[in-house]
């Protein structure tokens, strides 16, 4: 089993930055992919950002150039900086880990004002 807690969500005006982070713990060598995901009330949980264990990263386009996603190996956590914050990135922020099945973390709210 992996557990994933996330936090660093909240309130910011756009233009804002906020840093997302998720702790993993648990069977973390079963971990190929981090990925973090959102969910806006109404839509469907869309991939915003994942990263491999080498590093290998990939975005969503509507977050290219203003999100990036890192990874701490030594403290187990992921982050996802995000920049230049729009009003259509609020949403809850899921972690993910991809391992022998998906684990999901229970999610971060972020709220961008116009």
């Known amino acids: 089993q992996v557990q994933l807690v996330e936090s660093g969500g909240g309130l910011v005006q756009a233009g804002g930055s906020l840093r997302l982070s998720c702790a993993a713990s648990g069977s973390i060598f079963s971990i190929n992919v981090m990925r973090w995901h959102r969910q806006a009330p109404g839509k469907q949980r869309e991939l915003v950002a994942g990263?491999?264990?080498?590093?290998?990263?990939n975005y969503a386009d509507s977050v290219k150039g203003r999100f990036t996603i890192s990874r701490d190996n030594a403290k187990n956590t992921v982050y996802l900086q995000m920049n230049s914050l729009k009003p259509e990135d609020t949403a809850r922020y899921y972690c993910?880990?991809?391992?022998?099945?998906?684990?999901w973390g229970q999610g971060t709210q972020v709220t961008v004002s116009s």
């Open positions: 993910a880990a991809v391992g022998v099945r998906y684990y």
């Open positions: 990263i491999t264990s080498g590093g290998s990263t």
